[in-house]
């Protein structure tokens, strides 16, 4: 290797060396006497000098040894500055532990992508903290796939998200409640419409997303329309929540009982407290009644009137009651009519196929979950599978898939828990992947709620501070160094902080979320406004 | 100290001196009662000088051949007769500048050994432009050659202060 090169490259500062270790636990690295281990933190990148090649690694854990146990017995007088000067780092000493994700070859690793870590660098290879240019060359740089969504800790360097491959897969984004799940999904949103990674449709259930959204401890941020005006429709289901808050939205959706399906009752069950067998009652009076049931069912309102259903129906009377009880008062909202004045999937089809990225406000129906779950569930149905027959449809005549489609659903776990996965279409979504170019960003803050194959199909998972147990352990399922990452993850800052894992980034990575809310954000996240997807071919009809 | 001609000079470190009789049946007897110095102990009895012998003893810690210096043994013992010398300042700083001699003392089965460590280090010191690094450095060092037993450890770190 030329002096020259070696010399170009900018090397990280040095920590210390590899005192032991194993691939699957991880290296240990006993660190320089020079550097305090108080500057250290876990989630933070090192590189690892070999002999013939170069690790990248994740620092998991900072521990303290001394050469003897007896120094723990008898310590040293540190009071006096000389002694405490003269034992650090010798008889006592700072100990890393890494991770080694990523390997190349060559010790600069300047014309290979580096490949995961099939073992470990040798005893005493140096360790040193990775420069900004080994990020670049883990992350890539700024460009028309990867898009920029924070930087590592304590660095300047731009961690960039591969938006290309990170559509292909459903993404999860987790996080407790404040953690800055709706912040880092507005700055993806955003991200993915910069890039024209996919198009978009969004279940905003608190209107964070559209037009403007909140800031933790006050004031407003942008929403996607005001960054991208021509590419975003606002649909509302609440005219005039989103009137009152000066929201020009492009369509009013209503949902006609006709739409509803017995299969959007059912993954109801949990929410609105039906017993099974009222569940199972609604499939059996649409078999009966066909698609008027519904409407016929909540419009009986006094007890004799329901009694006399029940008989008509030959259907148990506490059943009846039940399932009307829970649908009752859902079925009150306004946005639900008997008919529909206009086919809104077809709508947001419309918007779709020209490219256009449609964000569903609930207005204040964003905190009735039955709802939020019930409309997500109806419309991605009938949308998903018009994706479906399009991509047969394309793949049959030899044209050009969709443009891949990304549905947002929040409180992910009322549809994807282990009970309804399997009947919800987001169950089939994330199962099926990028089949029919449909794929799922999920945002939860209980993803110990979530079906286990689901989390497990998720391509790259995103995830801010956890601290239930439960929680951890989900999110992590599955994953190479899970014990590692698990202090990384639970030792993350309340806000601001992420860490990013999966398909979508070569080795996992700890995130100070990029800025969003100053004007220079604006225009940084502002640019590349676009044109509209061009219709190559009307694969609708 | 040093002995040796400028071919080979070997170095070494003093670790113990006595005086005493010439006579090793006869002990010396007190004297100068009455006396007001103890220079004058020696002016009323001349003959002391001549009776009394100062013997001291020396660690041999590494030596010098063309101008390089080594920090182990020697290939051949100090002649008979060899004149000692004490090396200058500049001598003692040159020989410190590796501390490897520090494991012969450590290791050396002389009587208060550890007494001699310090005092060498705390001597040597003196010879150095920064006397503080070099302690530490020192110090670190013997915290490598000593460390499963802190308490020695403790013990001549604390003798290293100045």
């Not at chain 1, 883990?138 to 990867?146: L, M, Q």
Request: glycine share 8%.
């Amino acid at each position: 290797m030329s002096e020259e090169i070696l010399n170009a490259y900018e090397q990280g500062k040095r920590l210390g060396i590899v005192v032991e270790g194993s691939l699957s636990q991880g290296v240990e690295v006993k660190l320089d006497p020079e550097i305090s281990v108080e500057d250290m933190a876990v989630g933070r990148y090192v590189t690892i000098d070999g002999k013939n090649r170069r690790f990248f690694g994740i620092l998991t854990d900072v521990s303290l040894g001394a050469i003897d146990r007896s120094l723990s017995i008898t310590p040293p007088d540190v009071s006096d500055p000389f002694i405490a000067k003269v034992v650090s780092g010798t008889s006592v000493y700072g100990k890393l532990h890494v991770l080694p994700m990523l390997a190349v070859a060559g010790i600069l690793g300047i014309d290979e992508k580096p490949q995961p870590a099939k073992t470990v660098p040798p005893h005493f290879s140096t360790v040193r903290t990775a420069s900004d240019e080994d990020i670049a060359l883990i992350f890539g740089r700024e460009d028309e796939h990867h898009f920029y969504v924070g930087n590592p800790l304590d660095m300047e360097t731009k961690v960039c998200l591969n938006l290309a491959e990170l559509v292909k897969r459903s993404n999860g984004v987790f996080g407790k409640s404040g953690t800055g799940k709706t912040f880092l999904t507005r700055i993806l949103l955003v991200g993915m419409l910069q890039k024209n990674a996919a198009t978009n449709l969004i279940f905003d259930m608190h209107n964070e997303y559209g037009w403007e959204g909140t800031k933790e401890g006050g004031g407003k941020v942008k929403g996607l329309k005001q960054h991208f005006s021509s590419q975003v429709a606002v649909f509302t289901l609440d005219e005039e929540s989103s009137r009152r808050r000066g929201v020009s939205t492009d369509f009013v959706v209503e949902i006609g009982y006709d739409e509803i399906e017995p299969e959007d009752i059912e993954i109801l069950r949990d929410t609105l407290k039906l017993t099974e067998r009222a569940a199972q009652a609604a499939y059996r009076f649409r078999r009966r009644l066909g698609g008027s049931w519904l409407e016929k069912f909540v419009n009986e309102e006094s007890r004799d009137e329901i009694n006399a259903l029940a008989k008509e129906w030959d259907e148990h009377e506490a059943t009846i009651a039940n399932l009307h009880r829970g649908l009752e008062g859902l079925m009150r909202l306004p946005f639900f009519k008997p008919k529909a004045r206009e086919d809104s999937v077809r709508r947001i089809l419309e918007y779709l196929d020209r490219g256009l990225n449609v964000v569903l406000e609930f207005g204040r129906y964003g905190d009735n979950i039955a709802a939020y779950v019930l409309v997500a569930n109806l419309l991605s149905r009938r949308i998903h599978q018009r994706y479906r027959e399009r991509t047969e449809r394309s793949l049959g005549e030899g044209a050009q898939k969709p443009h891949p489609l990304v549905i947002t659903i929040e409180e992910a776990h009322k549809f994807l828990n282990p009970a309804v996965a399997s009947q919800t279409i987001f169950g089939t979504i994330a199962r099926e992947m990028r089949k029919y170019n449909v794929t799922l960003l999920i945002i939860d803050q209980r993803p110990s709620g979530i079906d286990e194959e689901v989390m497990s199909q998720l391509g790259t998972k995103i995830t801010c501070l956890l601290e239930n147990e439960k929680d951890i352990d989900a999110v992590l399922a599955g994953v190479s160094g899970r014990s590692e990452l698990r202090s990384v993850l639970a030792k993350l800052e309340p806000q601001q902080q992420a860490l990013i894992f999966g398909h979508a980034v070569p080795m996992p990575v700890v995130i100070r979320t990029r800025e969003y809310g100053s004007a220079e954000s604006y225009r940084e996240l502002g640019r590349g406004e676009k044109r509209g997807v061009t219709k190559d071919k009307d694969l609708w009809e | 100290m040093k002995t040796g001609e400028g071919e080979l000079d070997i170095l070494a470190i003093v670790h113990n001196a006595s005086t005493r009789s010439i006579d090793p049946t006869r002990r010396p007897i007190a004297r100068g009662e009455g006396e007001l110095s103890e220079e004058d102990v020696f002016a009323r009895n001349p003959q002391l000088e001549k009776l009394l012998r100062t013997e001291f003893q020396a660690l041999v810690v590494g030596y010098v051949r063309d101008g390089a210096h080594r920090f182990y043994l020697p290939p051949r013992p100090a002649r008979l007769h060899a004149f000692v010398y004490l090396c200058e300042p500049e001598e003692i700083q040159e020989f410190s500048r590796s501390l490897d001699f520090l494991s012969i003392l450590t290791t050396s089965r002389i009587a208060s050994g550890d007494e001699l460590v310090s005092a060498c280090l705390r001597l040597a010191s003196e010879a150095q432009p920064d006397k503080e690094a070099f302690l530490v450095t020192a110090g670190k060092e013997l915290s490598l050659l000593l460390g499963r037993e802190p308490q020695r450890l403790n013990a001549i770190l604390r003798r290293l202060r100045t």
